[in-house]
């Protein structure tokens, strides 16, 4: 068997990729034939010729997020503010795309300098849903945890706008200074200044994807049904349930309902879970 060595695809430029080749940036174009099979995503690892500058194959792909489009990603860092207030219905949301993915998610309050209570709220939250709940603070470059949290990974970071991803990048970075948007006063909501889909190298097998802030995560292609399955505060107790198909919204003798009552499981959360299945329950399937 050929050991063959493959490079990190970081940006795409129309009919041209910047491939990672040991910490140097390459600007190559692909056979025809590999644009023919499959298109080439910012993610995708590849065989490079490095003196034609020519990718010659792309490896199979671990996974591939639509928004952004990346591929083999390994986890999904969900940046959360004092300012803006978070959207817990967005939070929600990017938990369960990426557990539909199989990707480890991971929650950073930003801006902690601002206000420390935070932490707390978000840790009743969400201690028992997610991989690591860490804090950070891009105004006093206190960025040593999420630098321990992206290390050997790819990284795609989520979240509102005006949360301080790009802040957080360059507190990263150190060096290299994104452009950062600043925060409306008038609607707390940021102007994105982020465009374009690309790979930042921190260290060596160590990226981060700076995403655009957004609003309009849809999950409506879930059965209404299976939506309890994103929710791991649920699964590790649902057997205790009385019915085995226990929506956990209306059946009696349930036990997450039980749990909800008993302050066990978040009751915030588990509205949130309840509003979801009904707007899930209320679409028509064709």
Do not use: W
């Not at 996974?63 to 207030?85: E, G, M, T, Y």
């Not at 960025?143 to 790009?166: I, R």
């Not at 039980?258 to 064709?286: C, P, Q, T, W």
């Amino acid at each position: 068997m050929i050991n063959k060595n493959l490079y990190r695809v970081i940006k795409c430029e129309s009919d041209r990729f910047i491939v990672d080749v040991d910490g140097e940036f390459l600007r190559c174009a692909s056979r025809k034939k590999i644009k023919d099979k499959k298109n080439i995503v910012v993610g995708d690892f590849v065989v490079v010729n490095i003196e034609e500058k020519i990718i010659e194959e792309v490896e199979s792909r671990e996974n591939s997020l639509i928004r952004p489009l990346v591929s083999n990603v390994d986890q999904i860092i969900v940046i959360i503010a004092p300012l803006p207030r978070p959207d817990f219905f967005l939070i929600d949301k990017l938990i369960i795309n990426a557990m539909r993915q199989n990707l480890k998610v991971v929650v950073c309050v930003n801006k902690t300098d601002i206000d420390p209570e935070l932490f707390g709220e978000i840790k009743d939250e969400y201690a028992d849903v997610v991989k690591k709940i860490i804090g950070a603070s891009a105004k006093n470059i206190d960025v040593d945890e999420l630098e321990k949290t992206l290390k050997g990974n790819l990284s795609a970071l989520a979240g509102q706008s005006a949360v301080g991803k790009s802040s957080l990048i360059n507190a990263l970075r150190r060096n290299e200074k994104l452009v950062v948007g600043e925060l409306s006063q008038k609607a707390q909501k940021g102007k994105n200044t982020t465009t374009k889909s690309q790979l930042i190298r921190l260290k060596k097998n160590t990226y981060i994807i700076d995403t655009p802030g957004f609003y309009n995560l849809d999950i409506h292609d879930i059965e209404h049904h299976d939506l309890k399955i994103y929710y791991p505060e649920f699964t590790s107790h649902a057997h205790k349930c009385k019915f085995s198909s226990c929506t956990h919204t209306t059946e009696p003798d349930c036990e997450i309902r039980k749990r909800v009552d008993e302050g066990k499981i978040n009751y915030d959360r588990y509205a949130r879970y309840v509003h979801f299945f009904m707007e899930l329950k209320s679409i028509k399937k064709y």
